[in-house]
């Protein structure tokens, strides 16, 4: 028991120290005043998206970036997507439908759509949007300064999470708690190395260039979680990349439920440890079944002091992500149990090779 404990206390140190570094850098996007005019193609993939896409769409309309093209490609829906999507764009004249091919064998759907939108893109940078997301003020102007000042081939960001029921806190969270605690984002940009590498598909802008040199999505073409890759990719070719927090330009609801979270975090989960499950394991019981021996130990000043870096940990990682460090205090336990589940589906889909999403086998 003596050396889990020793083992636990020295992950939750280094988890606490990361997610400090992460607090003290600040890696957000920096809102500047600068005005652009380069031609910015913003495509967006869609699937079964009916629930949601005209929040995006009309946030697009609304902010205040004014050259910009804008190419939806429906992929196969069989909901109202396509209908809702073209009623907007016949009444929007920056507003673009396209309709996907069918696809084709070793692409996964996203893959092969965002390769079809790169295509049939004619800007300046090509910025890849996901359908459940809310663009605001100042996002592309203030990314476009940065793809110029820090000379980018690829820039990301992780949006704000927007959560508007029990069930999205009990779980969604857990994404900016992971990334946090595990890389500091900084150094995306910082060291040259292609290894140290993150990304979220939720933005992706990259110089239109160096895209079409590379078709950066056709390379990853299989991946199920291609953003990570990608950004791996870009670095390796010797193209500068970085990655960072929206900073409130940006907000996605990404699950509308606990259920529907679960499934989508269960596809995503070991994507983080580049699907080594043994490294993932590990990295469960340091973070579930660790502390619970911790207080099985009962010995409260080491209790005390786990207790103390998980509460700052999360305090700290909620304040840079933009949410409620209260809720994200009390609901640790909640969002812990559901860390469990997650990792189960999980590791069970990708042995079985059942994982699905959005009706289609991946």
């Not at 050396?3 to 400090?20: D, K, M, S």
């Amino acid at each position: 028991m003596i050396y889990i404990i020793a083992a636990t206390l020295l992950f939750i140190i280094l988890r606490f120290t990361v997610t400090l570094f992460n607090f003290i850098s600040d890696p957000k996007l920096r809102r500047v005043n600068r005005r652009y005019t380069d031609l910015v193609s913003i495509l967006i993939p869609v699937r079964n998206e009916s629930r949601q896409i005209l929040t995006l769409l009309e946030s697009i309309y609304r902010q205040d970036y004014s050259n910009y093209e804008v190419i939806i490609l429906d992929d196969d829906s069989d909901d109202d997507t396509f209908n809702l999507c073209k009623t907007f764009c016949d009444t929007h004249t920056n507003f673009r439908l396209i309709k996907g091919k069918k696809l084709e064998a070793g692409w996964t759907g996203k893959n092969f759509a965002c390769h079809q939108l790169a295509l049939a893109a004619r800007g300046d940078f090509l910025l890849f949007l996901d359908a459940d997301e809310q663009v605001n003020n100042g996002l592309i102007n203030t990314a476009i300064y940065r793809m110029y000042q820090y000379k980018l081939g690829l820039l990301s960001v992780f949006a704000n999470a927007s959560m508007l029921s029990t069930g999205e806190l009990a779980v969604v969270p857990l994404q900016h708690y992971l990334l946090l605690g595990l890389l500091p984002l900084r150094l995306v940009y910082l060291i040259k190395n292609h290894s140290i590498a993150t990304a979220s598909g939720q933005f992706m802008l990259f110089d239109a260039q160096s895209y079409r040199e590379h078709k950066w999505h056709q390379k990853v073409k299989e991946k199920v979680v291609e953003d990570t890759e990608i950004m791996r990719m870009v670095k390796a070719a010797g193209y500068r990349g970085e990655t960072l927090l929206a900073n409130g330009m940006l907000s996605s609801r990404m699950y509308t439920g606990f259920s529907e979270a679960i499934g989508g975090f269960s596809k995503n989960v070991l994507s983080v440890f580049n699907y080594n499950i043994i490294w993932f394991l590990i990295y469960i019981l340091l973070t579930i079944t660790g502390p619970m021996v911790v207080f099985i130990s009962l010995n409260i000043p080491i209790i005390l002091f786990m207790v103390a870096l998980i509460i700052l940990s999360r305090i700290m990682s909620s304040f840079s992500a933009g949410q409620n460090p209260v809720w994200n205090v009390v609901l640790h336990p909640v969002q812990m149990l559901s860390l469990t589940a997650i990792s189960f589906i999980a590791i069970q889909k990708y042995l079985t090779h059942t994982l699905t999403w959005k009706g289609r086998r991946v």
